[in-house]
C-alpha cells in the first residue's frame, strides 16, 4: 500500500512540475522566462491572466522538439492548466492589474 501512495505522489509531482499554471503562478518570474527560454519559445512576454495556458500556447510556439514527447504533454496541460487558471482568475487579475506581463527575454532598452 505504501509504494501506491509513493508512486502516486512521484506522479503528482511530476504533473505538477510540467503545468503551465505552476509555472507561471505559483514560480517567480525569472524561473518562468528561464524555463520558455530553454525550450527556445518565439514569445515575447505572457499575461498573467490564463498564464497557465500562455505558458503552454509558448511552449509550442517553440523550436520543434526532436523527441516528439513534448506536444502531446502540453495539449494535455492546456485542458489541466485552463481549469486551474479559471480557479485562480481573481488572483491573476490582481497581479496583472498590479504588475503587467512576465517578460521573457529582458532588454536593456525597456
Known amino acids: 500500500m505504501a509504494v501506491k501512495?509513493?508512486?502516486a505522489?512521484?506522479?503528482a509531482v511530476l504533473i505538477l512540475n510540467g503545468c503551465g499554471t505552476v509555472n507561471s503562478v505559483v514560480r517567480k518570474d525569472g524561473d518562468t522566462a528561464r524555463e520558455l527560454r530553454l525550450i527556445k519559445t518565439y514569445c515575447q512576454s505572457?499575461?498573467?491572466v490564463y498564464s497557465?495556458?500562455?505558458f503552454d500556447f509558448?511552449?509550442?510556439h517553440a523550436a520543434p522538439d526532436p523527441t516528439g514527447i513534448l506536444i502531446?504533454?502540453?495539449l494535455l496541460d492546456f485542458a489541466v492548466s485552463g481549469v486551474a487558471d479559471t480557479v485562480i482568475l481573481p488572483y491573476t487579475i490582481y497581479r496583472q492589474a498590479a504588475?503587467?506581463?512576465i517578460s521573457i527575454y529582458w532588454r536593456p532598452d525597456s
Open 99 to 101: 504588475d503587467g506581463n
Open 5 to 7: 501512495i509513493t508512486a
Open 58 to 60: 509558448c511552449a509550442l
Open 46 to 48: 505572457i499575461p498573467r
Open 52 to 54: 497557465g495556458v500562455a
Open 9 to 11: 505522489l512521484g506522479i
Open 72 to 74: 502531446p504533454v502540453v
